[in-house]
């Protein structure tokens, strides 16, 4: 790439993720010492005063999303990294709720540029750096840290952090992390601290997640042993740790296991959080693409949910809501996932099936879905073409649930915008 190639911090966000995107030899790339030559050069290791870091095979997002909601009412600035993202960049990089412009982006990435000087860093890298620059400029209180891929090696592991948190444990990533539970849970438990809370939201986790926590002298708080929850009636839950007890709290709209996690970490953090607090931040709380209803009629539901434990959630949740009404499931998914295993929790819900083709190199086509589903049904080119059938297909009684995977539910969604429905 020639110097005059090099886009500048008033360069489009677009030419920036182009630039990104063919930095490096390869997407994914686990291993900190080239980011953390970088993030010690520029002065990132602690980019704000309280740090959470949150890793897990599902529920990072709405584990953030919650004690976002929880920190904001409570008057903190808060900044939240998540990924990937649904339809724009932006949505990677959230301030007290909010996307920030391109302008903010490009300066930031314009930064690093400048501090990584022969260092190749991958996109998710170099976008992880130019987070934290945000974050630092934009003076926040508290940074919620969601991981990529993983956990030990992931690039948000350089970070010195206050809190660590594993929400959930499952077989997920094979390519990357294998298909051993044990070193499935070594690596989430890698972002653990010495000294620090480590929380761990998963029931009977793997053995590895406490020996690693000992092993260092993390503080662990495990669900079911220093922490517990239970729901109290239709409505309301209790939670509890040791003598401190919450009672008849307002069921959130993200999954509650998440909520309970969520809490656990706030109770460590030292961040002073009132019940008040709590109480509107759990009644408050939404990420898109997590059950996310767009119309009534049909109700049309957004789940990102791509991998068998993610849908096994989702289909209870489902059943719950619509145990008696018809449902069409438009999927997509990447070949990389259990695909086979993460249709077969969906069927128990399934009427009619669009499973559609993705785009990529880790697209899995209509077909390799079809294989697993009944006889007859048809393939799709892309999810808008899916969702569009099943809306031409669907009762207003019905339900359409649009699953599988953000780039799914990210084109979708920017669809349905775009009609402007």
């Keep these: 790439m020639t110097q005059n ?14 630039y990104l995107a063919n930095l490096h030899t390869s997407a994914i790339d686990l291993g900190l010492d080239r980011v953390q030559a970088v993030a010690q050069k520029a002065n990132l290791i602690k980019p704000a005063p309280t740090v959470i870091t949150v890793a897990g095979t599902n529920g990072k997002g709405s584990t953030c999303a919650l004690m976002e909601a929880i920190l904001l009412d409570a008057g903190y600035r808060v900044g939240v990294y ?10 990677r990089v959230r301030i007290n709720g909010l996307e920030l412009s391109d302008a903010l982006h490009t300066q930031a990435f314009a930064f690093v540029e400048a501090q990584r000087g022969g260092i190749s860093l991958s996109l998710f890298e170099f976008g992880t750096l130019a987070a934290l620059r945000l974050f630092q400029t934009q003076a926040v209180d508290v940074i919620l840290l969601e991981v990529g ?9 350089i970070v010195d ?13 094979v390519d990357w992390l294998g298909d051993d539970i044990n070193v499935i849970g070594y690596e989430k438990a890698g972002i653990y601290r010495a000294g620090k809370p480590a929380i761990c939201g998963q029931p009977k986790p793997p053995p590895t997640v406490a020996a690693h926590a000992d092993d260092i002298g993390a503080e662990m708080y495990q669900v079911g042993i220093q922490f517990s929850y239970e729901l109290a009636s239709e409505t309301t839950w209790n939670w509890r740790s040791g003598p401190f007890e919450l009672s008849d709290l307002p069921l959130p709209r993200l999954p509650l296991p998440n909520a309970a996690t969520a809490l656990m970490a706030l109770g460590c953090s030292g961040l002073a959080v009132s019940d008040v607090n709590i109480v509107n931040g759990l009644s408050n709380a939404t990420l898109a693409g997590r059950m996310q209803k767009i119309s009534d009629s049909p109700e049309i539901i957004l789940d990102v949910a791509h991998n068998p434990h993610s849908a096994e959630y989702l289909v209870a949740q489902l059943k719950q809501r ?15 996932k259990d695909v086979k295993a993460t249709l077969h929790q ?3 819900i399934a009427n009619l099936w669009y499973p559609a083709s993705l785009s990529g190199p880790r697209a899995a086509q209509a077909n390799e879905l079809c294989q697993y589903l009944e006889p007859g049904v ?3 080119a892309n999810p808008v073409s899916a969702f569009e059938a099943a809306m031409t297909q669907a009762d207003s009684n019905d339900v359409i649930i649009v699953v599988g995977s953000f780039h799914t539910v990210g084109e979708v969604l920017e669809h349905w915008q775009n009609k402007g429905v």
């Design 5 to 18: 190639l090099i886009p500048q911090a008033t360069s489009s966000l677009a030419m920036w993720l182009d």
């Design 378 to 380: 048809k393939p799709f």
């Design 346 to 348: 969906l069927k128990s």
């Design 82 to 91: 998540s990924s990937p993202h649904l339809i724009r960049y932006n949505e």
């Design 322 to 336: 619509y145990a008696h009404k018809k449902v069409h499931v438009v999927i997509g998914m990447l070949h990389d």
């Design 149 to 157: 891929l993983g956990g030990r090696l992931d690039a948000t592991n």
């Design 161 to 173: 952090h206050d809190v660590s948190v594993i929400t959930s444990l499952a077989i997920d990533h």
